[in-house]
């Protein structure tokens, strides 16, 4: 089997891309990100989604908190 560099995952540097560096050896320099071609109205349903989402979770949580709350004051005031 060969080795083949990978975008985004692994890359064989040398010496002189290194030193170009300054001698970083932090691998992003070097393997780079792979980019994804975004659809802007997929992007737009997804963050409306995920809004939504944490919206719910906070209100859940609000909740929860106020529940807790109400525990502990029945327990501080027990003794």
Same mark, same amino acid.
């Given at each position: 089997?060969?080795?083949?560099? #990978?975008?985004?995952?692994?890359?064989? =540097?040398?010496? *002189? !891309?290194?030193? /170009?560096? $300054?001698?970083?050896?932090?691998?992003?320099?070097?393997?780079?990100?792979?980019?994804?071609?975004?659809?802007?109205? #997929?992007?737009?349903?997804?963050?409306? =989604?995920?809004? *939504? !989402?944490?919206? /719910?979770? $906070?209100?859940?949580?609000?909740?929860?908190?106020?529940?807790?709350?109400?525990?502990?004051?029945?327990?501080?005031?027990?003794?």
């Amino acid at each position: 089997m060969d080795y083949t560099d #990978v975008k985004g995952l692994c890359k064989v =540097a040398t010496i *002189a !891309e290194i030193e /170009a560096q $300054g001698w970083s050896l932090n691998p992003g320099r070097y393997v780079g990100t792979e980019v994804e071609e975004f659809d802007d109205e #997929v992007f737009e349903e997804k963050l409306a =989604a995920a809004h *939504a !989402e944490l919206r /719910a979770l $906070g209100a859940r949580a609000r909740e929860l908190e106020g529940s807790v709350d109400a525990v502990l004051q029945k327990l501080l005031s027990a003794d």
